[in-house]
């Protein structure tokens, strides 16, 4: 079977959730789990059902993300979350437009399916900081979601050197100063499996706009 897209699923601790992930793959897909240190298994239960695991020893998000990465080899990858909060069935809507050439980064828009999807502190967090990109960039991005795509050479060649909760704003922004093309596209939101270390906590979802903040000062 020919791999189309490498799946990116940073993971920290998410053994319960990974099988529901990874069954979900489309045909034509690989799963690249990078395991960031997690003490319940996961790797063994990536392993189990085929995927790639890749370890990140340095904890980060985007340390995990940038290593799954580096190690994938398809020409569109993929990124997305190992909680079950998004259905990799919808893995099409993202990619789909990068392999057609119509887009060359494409970003999951969150559409919650229940109220416990996105909590209400992480969602204000998200529009507040979208609404500073806009009025400095012009992009028109209304999510920075960890569902996304791209072609693999040019997120390589983006020179990314956020290893924290900075790395998805950065990543948008120099797309946008290397005038790549970003699209935006609707894909569920649903209730993660398990506990959040981000935006289901007000701390983590704290750190992640002190992350985004500076990085938005540094490339904006």
């Known amino acids: 079977m020919r791999i189309r897209t490498d799946v990116v699923l940073p993971c920290l601790n998410e053994a319960a959730a990974l099988p529901g992930v990874l069954d979900a793959l489309p045909e034509g897909t690989r799963a690249i789990v990078v395991d960031n240190g997690s003490t319940d298994g ?5 392993r ?12 980060g998000y985007g340390a ?16 997305c979350d190992a909680d079950g909060s998004f259905d990799l069935r919808q893995l099409d809507r993202v990619a789909e437009p990068v392999h057609r050439g119509e887009a060359d980064l494409v970003f999951g828009r969150r559409r919650v399916t ?11 967090a998200n529009s507040v900081l979208l ?35 900075g790395y998805p704003l950065e990543l948008l922004l120099r ?21 959040s270390k981000v935006t289901g906590t007000v701390k ?6 002190i992350d985004m903040r500076r990085t938005l000062q540094r490339l904006a």
């Open 204 to 209: 983590g979802t704290a750190t992640a706009i």
């Open 64 to 79: 995990a993300v940038h290593a799954g990465l580096c190690a994938a080899t398809a020409p569109v990858v993929a990124f």
């Open 48 to 59: 189990a059902r085929g995927a790639l695991v890749v370890e990140a020893p340095v904890r």
């Open 42 to 46: 996961s790797a063994e239960v990536a």
């Open 114 to 124: 229940s109220a416990s999807s996105w909590p209400v502190h992480a969602r204000f």
């Open 131 to 165: 609404s500073s990109v806009r009025r400095r960039t012009g992009l028109t991005l209304r999510d920075l979601g960890p569902f996304r795509a791209g072609n693999r050479e040019q997120l390589l060649a983006l020179g990314m050197e956020d290893r924290r909760s």
């Open 175 to 195: 797309a946008w100063r290397k005038g790549l093309r970003i699209e935006e596209v609707d894909v569920d939101y649903l209730p993660r499996t398990g506990r």
